[in-house]
Each structure stands twice: as structure tokens, then as C-alpha cells.
């Protein structure tokens, strides 16, 4: 226990608190700064002002602008992995292009918190004074108004409560003093900012606020667009993709199926469970509980980009798949006609 007498005491008393808010302060005015990037990048960065279908066309623009078959392969198969990865290289970007914002953010919200601390240090001497309390009293009042502001437990406080502390107006004085130290050290420690002190990382918030739901199609891996992990209902997507893209390939065959999953349940085609067994295709939820989850609705509608990938990096497919496009599996002509350029502007009207 700290025992301490007159004004040794209370400066004693004053720079142990301010110790304690020093990690108080540092931890809110990050976690706040976290939230005030995300914000800001939802607000002023395109990939981000909107659901997470539109960053999916983001993503899908940028992947095709670098032409990169095996980041196509994470895409495809660890969608979740690959969002959170595009998401942090955008965020480390923009604070590396923003340093300046990032001090400010960093700044500006430090300020906030230490005016807030300043506040209940007024109010709770005065408090005191009329209630005419002690030490334990002042941090009892000290700690209710901080509490929807910072994280300062009371119980980490008992070492000081039973000091006797007769001159509230110079533990007030005194705290204030030990306050503007605290906040200019703060202030010294910010002025080379850096992401690693977030306990809440910036890219970590924009994911969880452009999550949603992560369930792949079992035949395409094309990803649930609903806006809600473990949403009701099934699962589906607005366009599925050729099947090549995964490498599945017709039954007893080595060449890929190009056709894609809502063209298939719209067709005679049958759908291979193990051996040869099999069903029409569009009884697909017969497949097993995974497929039994998702509606895939006839529909021939298929999007050009995907036409344009199969095309661009059809060596790549057929080397990691070990396929061939050939027979049923045979890329029409008309696909060769899809440029990138063109595929991009597709994806623009979205």
C-alpha cells in the first residue's frame, strides 16, 4: 500500500492513477481510431461504400487487372481468407498514403478522452467536497464517470483508496497537472503511427461490416451473397460460374464441364453421387445435406467474365486440373471474343 503524507501523498496518488490511464487512454484512443479509419475508407474508398457484392466486383476487377492464375486460385478456393488479405493490403495502402490522417485521427481522439478525463476529475472533486468524502469516495466517483468512456476498473485501485487525502483541491490541481503530462508522452508516442498497436485492427472492422454470408456453391464455389452469417433459408448467388473453373470434368472423362451449375438443373443432364449412381441434375439436393442447402434456379444467364478466365488461363486450368477442354468440355468459339476490357465494363454495370 502506497502511504505517503500531504502533498507527497496526493502527487503520489495523482501519478499512480495517471499511470493506470496512461494504458486506459492508449487502449480507447486506438480502438476509436480503428472505427475512424473504417469509417472513413466505407465513406472514401470505392471498394467499401457498399455491400459486399460490390467489393466482390472490386476484387473480381483487380484480379483480372494483374492477370495472376494462382491469386485466382486463392479467390476461388479461401474466399474468406482472400477478402481479409485484399482488405488488409487496401488498408495498409491507404495509412501508408494517409500518415498524416492517421496522426490526426489518433490525435483528435486522444483529445476527446483526455477532455472527458478532465471532466470527471472536476465533477468528482466537487462531488466529494459536498459529500465531504475521502480518497476511496473521489475514486469511486472518478471511475463511474469514466465508464462509458474508458476501461478503468475500480478494483485495480485498492492499493491507493485509504490514503488520507484532506486537499481535494490540490489532489484536483495535482491531477490535472499529471494529466497534461500523460497526454503530451501519449501525443510523442503517436507521432509515428503505426497499425500494430490496434488491438482492433482496421481491416479486421471493415471485414466484419462487409461479412455476411461465406458458404461456397458446391459445384462452382461461387459465395452466398446473403448479408448474413447463418442466415435462414438457402443458399444462393445471382450467377454461378462455368464448372472447369473448380476443375470438375464429365463423368468417366478427363474433359471439363464448361456449363455452369443453373444451366445444368435446367437441363437433362444427370449429376454423379458415388459409382454409378446417379440423378438428374435437377434433383442436386439429393447430392447430400451441403447441396441440400442451396437453390440453384434454371437459368442460362452466365457472366462474361467468367467466359474471359476460362479462355485467358485455360493451360493454367487444364495443368492444375489435369483436363482438357475438349468434347463436351469444348470452349465455344464466341468466348475467345471476350477481351478483358470488355468483361471489366460488364462488371461495371452491376
Known sequence: MIACQGATSITTFADFLCKKLTRALRCATYDKTAIDIADEMRSNYPAFNGTRAKLETHILKSLAEEENFEKYKQYIQSPRDFFENFIQRCVDNYLDKEKAKLLSFLNSRLCVFCSSVHTAIDESTKAVKDKNGNASLWLDEFCNRLRGDLHFPRNELKSIEHQEIKDIEFLKKSMVGALNSVKENLKQDFAAPDVEPFKSKPHEILLEQL?????????????????????????????????????????????????ICSSLVASDCRLVLSGDTKIPYRNYRQAGPVHAKWSITPDNSAQSYWKWFVCHFRSQIEIEYSGKFEGKGRIPPEWAGFTKEAVLSDLEKL
Not at 461456397?216 to 444462393?236: E, I, L, Q, R, Y
Open 211 to 259: 461479412c455476411g454470408c461465406w458458404e461456397t456453391c458446391p459445384f462452382c464455389k461461387a459465395v452466398c451473397t446473403n448479408t448474413f452469417s447463418g442466415h435462414d433459408g438457402d443458399h444462393s448467388v445471382p450467377f454461378h460460374r462455368p464448372q472447369a473453373v473448380t476443375g470438375i470434368q464429365w463423368h468417366r472423362t478427363n474433359h471439363f464441364i464448361i456449363d
